[in-house]
């Protein structure tokens, strides 16, 4: 097969680990016979220090013709000012929204060997296996925001903003997903104070019926918040709004021992799909080869799944994670006692050398 595949490597510890994941991309290309044509290009706050935009339309138009995009993480402190004309963060949101990805798949996966590198009880999290579909193109990110004055008071606001259809889709892949996996599907909302989320709650309602051999319920964010780390196990699938995916899935990732193991990839009606670890840019680790490569090298293992239906060549990528843990190397985050500490580099070359053509 040939593909090709545009690079975002963004800013602070983002090019090391997209470096990785590269590496990895490049010897599955190797080892299944694959060419894989890579092109990189800007966004985030390298852009806007190149060129005074996030997302140049340059990049949004090689990222178009692409079969699929990785990208590593935006946001520099550089930007932080509340008050900044442009920020690293628009770059992200405008490329979700250019290239149509609404559903976002952030699947957290206990590896069996990090079951004590979580802060949570191991009796807690053993065996979890859960999905997010977190909507990525609407809700409170993409509402109408603004300042204005109210009585002689600086004032601002956000709006959380759903239509019927843009429900409807996001919980269709979430069925879609489930018949697949456990066969459950947990709506998440607020709906006893939102009408944003009486919608979403009464629009999921009636997409389950189309799914009677999926189990369904809804439930409250707070409520899946708690249930997460104290019951993690009730969940198969979780489908929920835009800021509660973004909420629970960093609290989640706590459930697989760091940020730094959760992949995400986020797909639409058409290709390409958006591959990225759900973990930030963490400037302060930036050039110390220390942070965990993993969650972006999962990511294009993502990107094979869902935009070149290579399962092979994914679940290669997925096995040499496990075998790479299982042998005992292990980043900082993760670092537990007895076990190998290794940099960044170091676990992106361990991981591509056990890729192996299994089938
Ligand atoms: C994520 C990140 C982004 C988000 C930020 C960087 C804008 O936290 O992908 O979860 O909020 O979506
Ligand atoms: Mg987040």
């Given at each position: 097969?040939?593909?090709?595949?545009?690079?975002?490597?963004?800013?602070?510890?983002?090019?090391?680990?997209?470096?990785?994941?590269?590496?990895?991309?490049?010897?599955?290309?190797?080892?299944?016979?694959?060419?894989?044509?890579?092109e990189?290009?800007l966004?985030?706050?390298?852009?806007?220090?190149?060129?005074?935009?996030?997302?140049?339309?340059?990049?949004?138009?090689?990222?178009?013709?692409?079969?699929?995009?990785?990208?590593?993480?935006?946001?520099?402190?550089?930007?932080?000012?509340?008050?900044?004309?442009?920020?690293?963060?628009?770059?992200?949101?405008?490329?979700?929204?250019?290239?149509?990805?609404f559903?976002?798949l952030?699947?957290?996966?206990?590896?069996?060997?990090?079951?004590?590198?979580?802060t949570i009880?191991?009796?807690?999290?053993?065996?979890?296996?859960?999905?997010?579909?977190?909507?990525?193109?609407?809700?409170?990110?993409?509402?109408?925001?603004?300042?204005?004055?109210?009585?002689?008071?600086?004032?601002?606001?956000d709006?959380?903003?759903?239509?019927?259809?843009?429900?409807?889709?996001?919980?269709?892949?979430?069925?879609?997903?489930?018949?697949?996996?456990?066969?459950?599907?947990?709506?998440?909302?607020?709906?006893?104070?939102?009408?944003?989320s009486?919608?979403?709650?009464?629009?999921?309602?009636?997409?389950?019926?189309?799914?009677?051999?999926?189990?369904?319920?809804?439930?409250?964010?707070?409520?899946a918040?708690?249930?997460?780390?104290?019951?993690?196990?009730?969940?198969?699938?979780?489908?929920?709004?835009?800021?509660?995916?973004?909420?629970?899935?960093?609290?989640?990732?706590?459930?697989?021992?760091?940020?730094?193991?959760?992949?995400?990839?986020?797909?639409?009606?058409?290709?390409?799909?958006?591959?990225?670890?759900?973990?930030?840019?963490?400037?302060?680790?930036?050039?110390?080869?220390?942070?965990?490569?993993?969650?972006?090298?999962?990511?294009?293992?993502?990107?094979?799944?869902?935009?070149?239906?290579?399962?092979?060549?994914?679940?290669?990528?997925?096995?040499?994670?496990?075998?790479?843990?299982?042998?005992?190397?292990?980043?900082?985050?993760?670092?537990?006692?007895?076990?190998?500490?290794?940099?960044?580099?170091?676990?992106?070359?361990?991981?591509?050398?056990?890729?192996t053509?299994?089938?």
């Open positions: 097969m040939e593909a090709k595949i545009v690079t975002l490597p963004g800013d602070g510890i983002s090019p090391e680990v997209v470096a990785e994941a590269v590496k990895v991309l490049r010897k599955v290309a190797e080892v299944y016979s694959h060419t894989f044509e890579f990189e290009a966004v985030g706050g390298a852009a806007i220090d190149a060129t005074g935009e996030a997302l140049p339309a340059e990049t949004l138009t090689a990222c178009q013709k692409s079969d699929g995009v990785l990208l590593g993480a935006v946001g520099d402190p550089k930007y932080d000012d509340p008050r900044a004309p442009v920020r690293p963060e628009q770059g992200l949101l405008a490329l979700r929204k250019g290239l149509g990805v559903a976002n952030r699947p957290v996966k206990l590896y069996k060997q990090l079951l004590h590198a979580s009880k191991p009796q807690i999290i053993e065996g979890v296996d859960l999905l997010v579909v977190r909507e990525l193109t609407g809700g409170l990110y993409f509402g109408k925001r603004g300042r204005k004055t109210v009585d002689g008071v600086e004032a601002a606001y709006t959380m903003f759903y239509t019927v259809p843009e429900i409807e889709r996001v919980v269709r892949v979430a069925f879609e997903l489930a018949r697949k996996r456990r066969k459950k599907v947990t709506s998440v909302d607020k709906a006893n104070v939102l009408e944003s009486r919608l979403w709650r009464e629009t999921a309602t009636r997409v389950a019926e189309e799914y009677p051999d999926v189990e369904f319920e809804s439930m409250y964010v707070d409520i918040a708690m249930r997460l780390v104290r019951y993690p196990n009730v969940f198969d699938v979780i489908v929920t709004g835009n800021m509660f995916g973004d909420i629970l899935t960093d609290e989640a990732s706590m459930i697989a021992g760091s940020m730094g193991m959760l992949p995400s990839g986020a797909i639409g009606a058409h290709k390409p799909g958006l591959f990225e670890p759900i973990h930030g840019s963490a400037p302060k680790y930036t050039d110390q080869n220390v942070v965990n490569p993993i969650a972006t090298i999962l990511s294009p293992a993502m990107l094979l799944r869902y935009s070149l239906e290579l399962e092979g060549e994914t679940q290669a990528i997925e096995d040499a994670v496990q075998v790479v843990l299982e042998e005992g190397y292990r980043t900082k985050d993760i670092r537990e006692k007895g076990t190998t500490l290794v940099g960044t580099r170091e676990m992106g070359s361990l991981i591509a050398d056990r890729i053509n299994g089938g």
